[in-house]
């Protein structure tokens, strides 16, 4: 899921086995096989800042591992991006020409259910110079970049990081640094008890969660959480009334989500 994933493993929220565009997006408009997985299973698709290409992660029929791809929004051109025995997913091209994307490359296991831990790394267009972007112990994952050229992204803690088992929208620049949580809790689930041992506060214990971050024109984030569509104004986000409940949010170049 997108809004809480305790026990999720390493791969894309959504999973299907063909990707396709939808020009324009409304009903009746012209369906466009991109990507045909045949018998693997392939997901998290984004588009270049220039349109001309888009990026998406894949598992191979055969392949135990998800790899960032890349294609033509024709449908030509289909070039696998990353390799090795890691899982890479949720790809997005930043103004720099390079890629970020979640991976299990950090190389270390979610304390309580021993799943791969992922974090954020980049990489250049062609897949080379891969860099790390964020060290985190649990999970970081979807990174979008906002109109102020930062990076948001979901991130999952858990235990001994700060609350129990607590998903928010992080921000960090493109480089990683500068990290602050935008849509969460943030620390303040942790207090002292009578002077001494800090306890988790049950306030926030498995209480909040946020998913699907969608960098707006103006600089703020939206997300889907537990409260609705939140935007990143205050801790928990400030939020906002639609009459239905979301599963998956995208922003608009006008604002429109």
């Given at each position: 899921t997108r809004a809480y994933f305790e026990a999720d493993t390493p791969s894309p929220a959504a999973l299907g086995g063909q990707l396709y565009s939808l020009v324009p997006l409304q009903p009746g408009g012209k369906l466009t096989l991109l990507c045909d997985a045949k018998g693997g299973?392939?997901?998290?698709?984004?588009?270049?800042y220039d349109a001309k290409r888009v990026y998406f992660s894949m598992a191979p029929k055969g392949d135990a591992y998800f790899h960032i791809f890349r294609v033509s929004p024709d449908g030509t051109g289909l070039t696998q991006i990353t390799r090795g025995p890691f899982h890479d997913f949720d790809p997005v091209e930043g103004p720099d020409g390079r890629i970020a994307f979640s991976s299990t490359r950090i190389g270390s296991r979610e304390?309580?259910?021993?799943?791969?831990?992922?974090?954020?790394?980049?990489?250049n267009?062609?897949?080379?110079?891969?860099?790390?972007?964020?060290?985190?112990?649990?999970g970081d994952r979807e990174p979008r970049i906002t109109s102020m050229g930062m990076l948001a992204f979901?991130?999952?803690d858990n235990f001994?990081?700060?609350?129990?088992?607590?998903?928010?929208?992080?921000?960090?620049?493109?480089?990683?640094?500068a990290g602050q949580v935008i849509i969460g809790p943030a620390r303040t689930g942790i207090r002292l008890h009578r002077g001494a041992a800090a306890e988790y506060d049950s306030r926030w214990l498995r209480k909040y969660?946020?998913?699907?971050?969608?960098?707006?024109?103006?600089?703020?984030?939206?997300?889907?959480?537990?409260?609705?569509?939140?935007?990143?104004?205050?801790?928990?986000?400030?939020?906002?009334k639609i009459g239905?409940?979301?599963?998956?949010?995208?922003a608009l170049s006008d604002g429109r989500l």
């Open positions: 299973v392939l997901g998290s698709p984004s588009v270049s304390e309580y259910h021993a799943i791969y831990a992922f974090s954020l790394f980049s990489s267009a062609d897949g080379s110079n891969i860099q790390p972007l964020t060290y985190h112990i649990v979901i991130r999952c001994l990081e700060r609350a129990k088992v607590e998903t928010h929208i992080h921000e960090t620049r493109p480089d990683g640094t969660g946020a998913g699907s971050p969608a960098p707006l024109p103006n600089g703020r984030v939206a997300a889907i959480s537990q409260k609705g569509l939140v935007t990143s104004a205050t801790a928990g986000g400030s939020r906002m239905y409940w979301p599963y998956d949010i995208s």
